[in-house]
């Protein structure tokens, strides 16, 4: 496997001297290439999650992919998929974020509100990236995602794919727990040590590093399987392999919901840099699966999200990429018409 990142050839500008004057007059006259004009690095900013989640995780392997080619992306904290796609299209130096795919077809079905239906229309998909598999995780009396009925849990902070994912699962199963609490993932985990909580989710793709990092067998907390059958009518189901946990021996069955990379079309102010980041990706995915979170290695480029294209931009920029990746058989997912269902009732 190559594990070397692939980079284009820059010319640099003479800083001082007569060279410079020069330098500024050819350009003038249209006698260098636009492409190597300038040299000023270009800045860019990306919107993930939690310190501990995987979103960071992935947007600081973007960064490190993306500074060999001297664009400098800003990772930046955050509660998750809600305040990301909002992100994205109110701040214009985030070009990037990375959100869950139940919560972009949420944003494309609320036509009643003027700033939704914008949000929808200009929001683009740059890459679908992984499934993220529902973290369940409680006390070990609770066998299943049904025992939640009469019980406290956690289900994310207040602005969070995975706040609004639970809610949807509760939803959808009929389940009514006695309490549900908008905690973030560390609070939630204490509540739950505590025994203030007798369960928390957290949706992320496998291995997420809080529960890696701060679960200790003696803790006796467990994963708990998501079986429910409406549940599995609406999203796909996966598998959270033994092992994966060190307190976690079997494998468990949950469902999983697609991360997405995603960009606000923005048009001319950020439709060249959006593009270019997207080819290195495209690019480098050797790089990225050698370097990066394990997550990488499921990711799959081509797949066809329902209900989204890809942003114009990237495809420009894509049809003279170098690699082609390899494509993997397509997945169905039913988010988007589960959602359609759910939100029309």
């Known amino acids: 496997m190559e594990n070397t990142i692939r980079r284009s050839n820059r010319f640099k500008i003479p800083a001082t001297g007569p060279y410079t004057v020069l330098f500024i007059v050819l350009m003038l006259m249209g006698f ?59 701040r214009p130096k985030t070009q990037l974020g990375i959100v869950q795919s139940d ?17 929808a229309r200009k929001t683009k998909m740059v890459f679908p990236l992984y499934n993220e598999e529902i973290h369940l995780v409680g006390k070990k009396d609770i066998l299943s995602f049904d025992y939640l009925a009469d019980r406290k849990v956690a289900i994310g902070k207040e602005g969070s794919g995975t706040y609004m994912t639970a809610e949807l699962l509760f939803k959808v199963s009929g389940v009514v727990p006695s309490e549900k609490l908008a905690l973030g993932t560390t609070e939630a985990l204490d509540a739950l040590k505590r025994g203030d909580v007798d369960a928390m989710f957290y949706v992320a793709g496998y291995p997420v590093k809080l529960f890696s990092e701060n679960v200790l067998p003696e803790d006796d907390l467990a994963l708990i399987p998501i079986t429910h059958k409406s549940i599995l009518e609406f999203y796909p189901q996966s598998e959270i392999p033994g092992g994966t946990y060190a307190w976690q021996a079997d494998t468990v069955t949950t469902a999983a919901v697609k991360a997405v990379l995603v960009a606000y079309d923005f048009r001319n102010f950020h439709c060249q840099t959006v593009g270019k980041v997207a080819k290195l990706v495209y690019e480098n995915t050797d790089w990225l699966i050698t ?55």
């Open 32 to 90: 260098i290439p636009q492409n190597v004009r300038s040299a000023e690095p270009i800045n860019m900013g990306i919107v993930t999650g939690g310190p501990s989640g995987t979103y960071y995780q992935f947007g600081l392997n973007l960064q490190e992919l993306v500074k060999q080619e001297g664009i400098d992306l800003r990772v930046d904290n955050s509660k998750g998929s809600i305040e990301n796609i909002y992100a994205v299209y109110q």
């Open 291 to 345: 370097n990066g979170h394990p997550k990488w290695q499921s990711v799959d480029l081509n797949y066809q999200l329902k209900g989204w294209q890809q942003y114009d931009c990237v495809r420009k920029y894509l049809a003279g990429a170098r690699r082609p990746p390899q494509t993997r058989s397509q997945e169905l997912n039913p988010v988007l018409d589960a959602l359609k269902d759910m939100l029309a009732e």
């Open 103 to 119: 919560v972009l077809a949420f944003v494309s079905r609320v036509q009643s509100n003027p700033v939704l239906k914008g949000i």
